[in-house]
Each structure stands twice: as structure tokens, then as C-alpha cells.
């Protein structure tokens, strides 16, 4: 069973770049036909999905945050990565990496789910 969890500082401050990394276990990052998803939740929101790599190493990004987002990944270490430059306060959130069949923006759906890691943007 493929497990997930979220690794990265904690605190961030404003106008520098938030860096997560995903370390997968029971399972390939390169395996087709899957879709490695960066997803966050500020307080007191919903879920907004970030962006994707998809197996094969194509990436996908939110519209909204398309300018200050990149993700990649390494497969020696089956691990994938998320950088949001210049951010502020309200990038604070719960962000979380999750695996889905499908391109989220076509179909929403994700099986599994890491635990989340919180992240704040302050001085």
C-alpha cells in the first residue's frame, strides 16, 4: 500500500520561497498512469489543488498560482518536491502531497492522502 508523508520547514517568511518534499514508500513515483498532487488548506478554507507531476514527469499547475509554482521530483529517492516563491501571509496552510489516476483539474479525485504538514508564512 503506497504511503505518503510531507517534510519541510515549518515557518516561512514573507517573500521567500516554501519548499515540501513528499516522501512515497510502497510504491513507484515513475509507475504509470499516476498523478503526484500538491493540495493545501489556510485556515478556515477549503482544499485548493496546487499542481501535479504526473509519472512521466509532466507537470501541471493551478492557474492561480501557475506564476510562483514549481514542482519536480527525484526518482532515485521516490520523492517529489513542491517550491511556491514570493509568499505571503496568506499562503499559510495545511499542505498536503496526494496520488490520484487522474488530472485533478478533469477529475478531483485522490486515494491517498498523506497526513498534511502546517505551514506558516510570518515574520
Known amino acids: 500500500q503506497v504511503q505518503l508523508q510531507e517534510s519541510g520547514p515549518g515557518l516561512v517568511r514573507p517573500s521567500q520561497t516554501l519548499s515540501l518534499t513528499c516522501n512515497v514508500s510502497?510504491?513507484?513515483?515513475?509507475?504509470?498512469?499516476?498523478?503526484w498532487n500538491w493540495i493545501r488548506q489556510p485556515p478556515g478554507k477549503g482544499l485548493e489543488w496546487i499542481g501535479s507531476?504526473?509519472?512521466?514527469?509532466?507537470?501541471f499547475y493551478s492557474p492561480s498560482l501557475q506564476s510562483r509554482v514549481s514542482i519536480s521530483r527525484d526518482t532515485s529517492q521516490n520523492q517529489f518536491t513542491l517550491q511556491l516563491s514570493s509568499v505571503t501571509p496568506e499562503d499559510t496552510a495545511v499542505y498536503y502531497c496526494?496520488?490520484?489516476?487522474?488530472?485533478?483539474?478533469?477529475?478531483?479525485?485522490?486515494?491517498?492522502w498523506g497526513q498534511g504538514t502546517q505551514v506558516t508564512v510570518s515574520s
Open positions: 510502497g510504491g513507484s513515483i515513475a509507475a504509470i498512469p499516476y498523478y
Open positions: 507531476i504526473y509519472s512521466l514527469g509532466r507537470t
Open positions: 496526494a496520488r490520484g489516476r487522474k488530472y485533478y483539474a478533469e477529475e478531483p479525485t485522490l486515494e491517498s
